[in-house]
Structure formats: structure tokens, C-alpha cells
T-cell receptor
Framework: EAGVAQSPRYKIIEKRQSVAFWCNPI?????LYWYQQILGQGPKLLIQ????????DSQLPKDRFSAERLKGVDSTLKIQPAKLEDSAVYLC???????????FGDGTRLSIL | SQQGEEDPQALSIQEGENATMNCSYK?????LQWYRQNSGRGLVHLIL?????REKHSGRLRVTLDTSKKSSSLLITASRAADTASYFC??????????FGDGTTLTVKP
């Protein structure tokens, strides 16, 4: 089966600019996750969708981050405006359900200048 | 702080040796999962152990779970250079919330 697809793989922007990431999960996976992973740390959950509804966005900085999952399939994560501390890898994962193993994409490495 | 905390932070061994890494957590769980991450890649699921299980095996991997101590361990036997990666535990609560630790970086020297 095809894995989780993410784009772009790398992005370099200046602070205060905006950026968007795209994720296409594995077909049939109801649960979709966005994580932020800072170098040397584990993935930190930003938002979790169940189909196209939000299950958990408690750690999403809502003043600058937004995410949506269109028709319960693809998802986009946006940052506007970006800050220096947003430099990280943004990982998307999907799973059959909230207790099932997660399948990860290779992430987008974001650098803020 | 993270729900799961791995120990040690870094581990360096020779090829053929066994590697053991530990995960401690704070609240009740539904299951615990171990993942591997190679440099520059996403995480890959290794093994899932449910709260009513004590031990599971998958190839060269052995996972134990002690819910009374709120801890789990991952043992990799007869390690290979290709096992060099970061290993993360993820705890899943009964509310379906998952949390990853900060990982153990394993280096296997040929």
C-alpha cells in the first residue's frame, strides 16, 4: 500500500512569512495527526483528526497555526506568521483508529531565517 | 512534560550485542507502542503491547510491560549496524490520547 505522502520535504522562509504543508494519508485511515518535532526531541502532537473532525488540538498555537482536513482525507497545516521557534520537522501520520499503530510520512523540514 | 520518558538518552554498543532501552510513564494506559526513526525519516511502528499483556516478541525485538511500575522495556537482540536509529515509546490512554517520549539514540558499531 502507498504510504503517507507529505510535501514539500524542505521549506526555508523568513520570520513573519506564512507557510503551508500538505499531507495525504493512507487510504481508509480515519485518524490523522500532525506533529512538530524539534531536533533531539520526540514528536509533539499539534492536532488530531478523526475523519474530518478535530479530536485534540490542545497543543496547537491557535494564534498562528491552523489545520484542516478536507472531506476526511487530505490535510493542510498552515503557519501564519512564522516565528524563529517554529523551525522544526513537521510530521504527518495516519492510522485506522486512535489506538492503532501510526504510519508516518517523512516530514517537512522547516527553517525560519 | 512528556508522558513517556525513555532511558538512556543515548546508547552505543558493538554489533552482535543486545540493546535495552526503557520507558517510564505516569498515567494509566490502554496500550504502549515502540517506534524507530532513522535520521531524516519518519517514525516506523515496531510493536504494540496492550495493558493486559506482559511481554511480546517480534523477530529480534522483545517488549515487556509492567503496569504496576508504569514502565516498559525494549530489547533488541544480536544488534546490527542497521539498527542504528532513535527509538521512541508512545503511550496511549483510554481516552485515545497518544504521547511520545524524547527517545533513545542507539548507535551500533560494526
Amino acid at each position: 500500500e502507498a504510504g503517507v505522502a507529505q510535501s514539500p520535504r524542505y521549506k526555508i522562509i523568513e520570520k513573519r512569512q506564512s507557510v503551508a504543508f500538505w499531507c495525504n494519508p493512507i487510504s481508509g485511515h480515519a485518524t490523522l495527526y500532525w506533529y512538530q518535532q524539534i531536533l533531539g526531541q520526540g514528536p509533539k502532537l499539534l492536532i488530531q483528526f478523526q475523519n474530518n473532525g478535530v479530536v485534540d488540538d490542545s497543543q496547537l498555537p491557535k494564534d498562528r497555526f491552523s489545520a484542516e482536513r478536507l472531506k476526511g482525507v487530505d490535510s493542510t497545516l498552515k503557519i501564519q506568521p512564522a516565528k524563529l521557534e517554529d523551525s522544526a520537522v513537521y510530521l504527518c501520520a495516519s492510522s485506522l483508529g486512535e489506538y492503532h499503530p501510526q504510519h508516518f510520512g517523512d516530514g517537512t523540514r522547516l527553517s525560519i531565517l | 512534560s512528556q508522558q513517556g520518558e525513555e532511558d538512556p538518552q543515548a546508547l552505543s554498543i558493538q554489533e552482535g550485542e543486545n540493546a535495552t532501552m526503557n520507558c517510564s510513564y505516569k498515567t494509566s494506559i490502554n496500550n504502549l507502542q515502540w517506534y524507530r526513526q532513522n535520521s531524516g525519516r519518519g517514525l516506523v511502528h515496531l510493536i504494540l503491547i496492550r495493558s493486559n499483556e506482559r511481554e511480546k516478541h517480534s523477530g529480534r525485538l522483545r517488549v515487556t510491560l509492567d503496569t504496576s511500575k508504569k514502565s516498559s522495556s525494549l530489547l533488541i537482540t544480536a544488534s546490527r549496524a542497521a539498527d542504528t536509529a532513535s527509538y521512541f515509546c508512545a503511550t496511549y490512554t483510554n481516552a485515545g490520547k497518544s504521547t511520545f517520549g524524547d527517545g533513545t539514540t542507539l548507535t551500533v558499531k560494526p
